[in-house]
C-alpha cells in the first residue's frame, strides 16, 4: 500500500473519568418523557489523499449519550486488542451519523464532555463499513475497523472538529484513549450547527 503512511500518536482522548463525570451530569433531572434527540449538521472537508479538497454533508444524530459502565467496558478491552474492542462496540448503539447524502450507520458510541470555554465536546466512535475491495484484496486498511469524529461545539450550538474515517483505538496509560489515523490527515468537520438535546429515559 505505497503512499500510506501510519500516523503515531494521532489524538489524545480525556480520560475516562472525566468523560464519566460528564454523563453523570447528563442523567440529572426527572418526568417520565421519552429521550429527546440533538442534531448536529456541517460539512466535511478533506485534507490530503484521495479526498483532499473534496467536501460532502456530515450529519449525527444523538440519542442518547455513552454511559459510563459503557465506556468502562470499552476501555477494559482496548488491552485484548481491536477485535474484542469491536466485540463491544457493536453492541452499542447512541445514535447515527452520516457522510455524504445517505442513511449512514450507527454512531455506537457519543461521549459528551465540557469544555472549558463553556461549550461541549463529542467524541463520536462507530463500527465503519469496510467495502469489498477491502475484503477481497486484503487491504491493510480492514485492520482500521472504526470510524472516529471530534466536534467541538461552543456555547451557541456552533463549532467546528476532526473526522477520521479509518481509525484503530488502543489504550495509553492506562486510562487515555489514542486514536490512530489510516495513513491520511483527518478530515476538517466546518460550519458545525447542533440543534436539539438528549433527554434520558426514566
Do not use: H
Not at 67 to 80: C, G, H, N
Request: aromatic content about 8%; some cysteine.
Amino acid at each position: 500500500m505505497k503512499g500510506r503512511v501510519r500516523f503515531g500518536l494521532l489524538c489524545l482522548l480525556c480520560c475516562v473519568a472525566l468523560a464519566a463525570s460528564a454523563q453523570v451530569t447528563s442523567r440529572a433531572g426527572g418526568g417520565a418523557k421519552a429521550p429527546a434527540a440533538q442534531y448536529v449538521q456541517g460539512t466535511v472537508v478533506g485534507i490530503s489523499g484521495r479526498d483532499a479538497g473534496r467536501s460532502r454533508p456530515f450529519s449525527l444524530i444523538v440519542n442518547r449519550y455513552t454511559s459510563p459502565d459503557d465506556i468502562a467496558r470499552l476501555t477494559a478491552a482496548m488491552p485484548q486488542g481491536q477485535d474484542a474492542l469491536l466485540n463491544v462496540l457493536s453492541k452499542l448503539d447512541a445514535g447515527r451519523i452520516s457522510i455524504g447524502n445517505n442513511v449512514g450507520v450507527p454512531a455506537n458510541v457519543v461521549i459528551s464532555t465540557p469544555t472549558a470555554e463553556g461549550g461541549t465536546k463529542l467524541t463520536v466512535l462507530y463500527q465503519r463499513t469496510i467495502n469489498f475491495y477491502e475484503l477481497r484484496y486484503g487491504a491493510r486498511s480492514e485492520d482500521y475497523k472504526f470510524g472516529y469524529a471530534e466536534i467541538y461545539l461552543n456555547r451557541n450550538g456552533t463549532g467546528e472538529g476532526t473526522f477520521i474515517a479509518a481509525a484503530k483505538v488502543r489504550l495509553r496509560d492506562g486510562n487515555t484513549w489514542e486514536v490512530e489515523d489510516f495513513g491520511e490527515f483527518p478530515a476538517r468537520l466546518m460550519g458545525l450547527r447542533s440543534r436539539g438535546s438528549v433527554g434520558v429515559a426514566r
